[in-house]
């Protein structure tokens, strides 16, 4: 915008101009709750209920790096909400998510700042009882809010101070007038169709720890009247930086029924305890969080627990190195002559700092972090390279990924959760394993490995003390059958490159001596 801009001709005196704020900030609002009944229908809305059955995908878990969205699971959604009464409101999501072809019912309920879930949260589980940490709290929170904007209205008549008045857009030949809510993370706004006078979306922006922030934006469809004069739409859909991540389509959908209080009670066995910051990350990162739920791989909770773990079968021990364990997503870290090298820059930048923290702290380790190698792109391995980029550190990638780790690293301005690499000019420094593999100078070696999990997978070793490093390809120390394609190439990359392991170390898992890998695999 041009300066001439700034200063409308004739402009009114502050107060003025003020008050004639609050005038369209209250006239967006009463727009935007007419088109879900009116204020009173809106004001009485106490409780409410449906079915949704749905699709849902997760970003960066496909083969190729940057190619977006993949699915995550089909979910059978029976959802009961009860708004009044009680702050924040209370939730509870009965699901049927079924991922990997098995069917998990899990059940999640939110009250006050606590909630458990109980049923089959992740894949290959026994169904358990377990609080819900804050940060999957505050994520089922905020989804909630945006696939029911009647709860943040709701909010917004209660404190019209979080209402200004976006104006009017047109986008595809629709006008809308824009309604936008004042929120802790980002703006969200909130769009109504001026001809059908209904709320058609919402637009807001979240993190991803690999796009960093992104816009969100949720679409609202086939909207009807229902008891009580409050309008519920029949088909809901999300998108993440562009991607569809969640489509909904309701039935049974109930206004004002009688939810009975003990469908919110807690287990006496379960005892949450609320933690702010990770509430807040939650909030945050809803979409990045339960898309993994979804998929049931679950990575809840900060992901900050340090397990170090020694390679050892008792007699020989591996020196120099430690498998980083507790978590969902492990790292080895790796001391060299000149310094510190991690394998997998795993789940986001917050598991990152506590590695970090961890080799500053550990008598084991010395000198700076000179590489991070991840062994292939997907969100939950790779999404905390950039703490060690900030700290200098070299970032080894499969070749077929090297453009998309760019850009990874030259985003800087993330402004919803900035991370170490934020606001740095520090040059991020990325090096591509070609297909004849890599021989870093202080004798880590990465070879590509042919998979249909990800085109630039890759496979480090540390040779002088004979440690493979394996992820999603082979999970130690369950022994691999020899039908299993990916062990088999596992196998046979050891052979072509004339390897001698004496262990494999896994992304997931813990370790297994290499002898018993190749035995189980019936080779000689
Ligand atoms: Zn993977
Ligand atoms: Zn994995």
Redesign the pocket.
């Known amino acids: 915008m041009g300066l001439t801009g700034l200063v409308p001709a004739g402009a009114t005196s502050g107060a003025a101009a003020t008050a004639e704020g609050s005038q369209r900030a209250a006239g967006s609002l009463r727009m935007a709750v007419d088109a879900v009944g009116g204020a009173s229908a809106l004001r009485g809305l106490k409780t409410f209920q449906y079915r949704a059955g749905a699709e849902r995908s997760i970003l960066d878990e496909g083969a190729v790096p940057g190619s977006g969205a993949s699915p995550a699971a089909t979910v059978e959604a029976r959802v009961r909400y009860r708004l009044k009464g009680s702050r924040p409101p209370r939730v509870r999501i009965d699901n049927v998510r079924t991922s990997l072809g098995v069917d998990r019912p899990v059940r999640e309920v939110l009250s006050g700042r606590r909630g458990y879930i109980s049923g089959v949260d992740a894949n290959f589980s026994q169904p358990a009882t377990k609080a819900m940490t804050s940060d999957r709290w505050a994520a089922i929170h905020r989804e909630q809010e945006l696939l029911n904007p009647h709860v943040l209205l709701s909010r917004a008549l209660d404190r019209p101070s979080l209402a200004s008045n976006g104006g009017q857009r047109t986008i595809d030949g629709r006008r809308y007038r824009v309604l936008v809510l004042r929120d802790a993370v980002a703006p969200i706004e909130l769009f109504v169709d001026v001809r059908k006078e209904r709320i058609a979306m919402l637009r807001t922006t979240q993190h991803d720890y690999l796009r960093r922030d992104v816009p969100v934006e949720v679409t609202y469809r086939g909207w009807r009247r229902e008891d009580d004069g409050v309008r519920f739409p029949r088909r809901v859909a999300l998108t993440s930086d562009g991607f569809e991540m969640v489509r909904e389509r309701r039935t049974e959908v109930d206004v004002n029924p009688r939810i009975k209080s003990r469908v919110f009670r807690f287990p006496s066995a379960v005892d949450p305890v609320y933690d702010a910051d990770l509430a807040d990350i939650g909030t945050r990162t809803s979409e990045w969080l339960l898309s993994f739920v979804a998929l049931g791989f679950i990575k809840d909770g900060g992901q900050r627990a340090i397990n170090p773990i020694t390679i050892t079968d008792g007699t020989t021990t591996a020196a120099g190195v430690k498998l980083l364990g507790g978590v969902a ?1 492990n790292s080895l870290v790796v001391q060299r002559p000149g310094g510190v090298v991690v394998f997998e820059g795993a789940l986001h930048d917050h598991r990152a700092e506590a590695v970090i923290q961890y080799i500053e702290d550990s008598p084991d380790f010395t000198g700076p972090i000179t590489h991070v190698v991840t062994t292939h792109h ?1 969100a ?2 790779a999404s905390g390279m950039r703490p060690y980029v900030a700290l200098g550190a070299t970032a080894v990638v499969g070749e077929q990924a090297v453009p998309f780790f760019q850009q990874v690293f030259a985003d800087r301005g993330s402004t919803v959760l900035p991370d170490r690499l934020d606001g740095t000019t520090v040059a991020a420094n990325v090096q591509g394993v070609p297909a004849a593999g890599l021989s870093l100078p202080n004798g880590i070696q990465v070879f590509p490995l042919q998979t249909e999990h990800s085109v630039d997978m890759v496979v480090p070793y540390v040779a002088d003390q004979g440690i493979l490093f394996t ?2 390809t082979y999970s130690p120390p369950g022994l691999p059958s020899p039908s299993d394609a990916n062990a088999q190439a596992i196998a046979a990359m050891v052979k072509a490159r004339g390897l001698t392991p004496k262990w494999i170390a896994g ?2 898992g813990t370790f297994i001596s290499y002898a018993a890998f190749k035995a189980a695999l019936g080779i000689p």
């Open positions: 997503n997907h939950d391995h992820s999603d992304g997931h």
